[in-house]
């Protein structure tokens, strides 16, 4: 694909700017780093393996499918470039913003330790069980059951509670103990990777906010690699486990570092950049917009199909628009957010859309992390922020799904913190404020003193 290069080194420089003009102002938990890394896995590192001619375009040799053309590629990446500059515009605006109102005190919502034991309490074990009865065949729920997406649900609670024990009380050894045996069934199930990889994303920004970290140390990026690594064969290596096939497991974990093994290049290929080129052809061919009738479908969200078989969908659009060379809707293609916001809007929606969500994630986070660590707002927003590349590449829909429904812990403990009398208010001070550290210092010492126990108390 000679005719992407202009457009991918476009790409390139565009990324490049974004980087150098903004990182002053990011972290690791900020959207747009988020936002960065899910463009240029998406994009810039499928565009290049397409210009390398490394991978084929998507459908390329498969009967009866249209391919998708160079032509597609190069205009799926322009306007790729185009949200990437709107969404670092758009948080840039809200920096300045946020740092003319900076030096107010603010009052915050304390995050309750007692709310988070009685939800452990409560959500844990009946989580625990769900998601082991449902892994096991002990629970066999017919298929569209009205139960059936509410008991899957439960049985991701340990998720949701895991991560809200440890936002309030650290790393403890049995948090750990119990988070480690959870994730390690979740990465062995052979499906829903998503479940291991956004509570490392959830951990890890905790651990570098609690540390006063903006960036993941060597430990953490060494650990990144290697689940990135195996990430793309976690599938397969959960599959060989639940059929007993230990030598396959063993041989695909193998297979994850080989970085010369062709099978490795045709199994981990990502082709986000291919299927958003080819909605964009898909929107135009349906010669309509949707004007956001296509986000509407969160409210009858909670109501099992059972009850009202015909009640819209979450892809419903991808019906509308698919044809029988491209059936997005039968092979269960992604469109990500952008072809989503073309789908809705045209043109505009692709300059809207990504302002809109790079000022209010930008906002949020700079509101919720500022401060004390202890904090209701700051927990809500580690959730949000583990959800937000599985948003950008699903559509703006996943980030309800991903942080309300996949995370319904996190709803109950922000529903009994707003119930009056339940959690105190702050009024936190400024970072220039002399006084500023004055809580968290007191925090960090009652810590000190419970971790010291009894002995260290009457010292």
Known sequence: MDSLLPYLLADYLVVAAVIVLMFRRMAFWHPLTAY??????????RATKLTTGSVAPLYTGIANAEVITPDEINRALLWADVGLVMFALAAWFAHLRFDAQAERPTVRRVLNPNIA???????????????????????????????????????LWPIGIIGLLVFTFGFRWYLVVIGGLFLGGVAFQGYHRFMLVLPLLFFAA??????????????????????????????????????????EAIAQVGESFNFFSKEKEESSGEDFLDQYAGALSLADSNNRHFYGSTYLAIVTLPVPRAWWPNKPGLADHLQEISTSGRNYAQEGRIITYLAESYLNFGYAGLFLIPALMGYVLTAYCLHATLGPMRRLGRYVYLVVFMALVQTFRDGLL????????????????????????????????????????????????????RLRGPEGQNR
């Open 36 to 45: 960065l890394f899910f463009h240029v896995y998406s994009f810039t590192y």
């Open 206 to 247: 905790y651990y570098l906010q609690s540390r006063r970290l903006r960036w993941p140390t060597w430990p953490i990026l060494v650990a990144a690699i290697v689940v990135g690594l195996i990430f793309p064969r976690l599938k397969y290596i959960g599959q060989a486990v639940q059929f007993g096939d230990t030598q």
């Open 398 to 449: 996943s980030i309800f799904v991903f942080t309300i429904v996949h995370n319904m812990p996190m709803l109950f403990a922000l529903v009994l913190h707003l119930v009056p009398g339940l959690a105190d208010k702050s009024l936190d001070r400024p970072a220039a404020d002399p006084l500023a550290g004055e809580e968290e210092e007191e925090i960090a010492q009652e810590e000190a003193r």
């Open 117 to 155: 034991k009685t939800l452990g309490v409560l959500c844990l074990p009946v989580g625990l069980y769900f998601f082991y009865a449902l892994k096991s065949g002990f629970l066999e729920l017919e298929v569209g059951g009205a139960s059936t997406g509410y008991l899957q649900s439960i049985a």
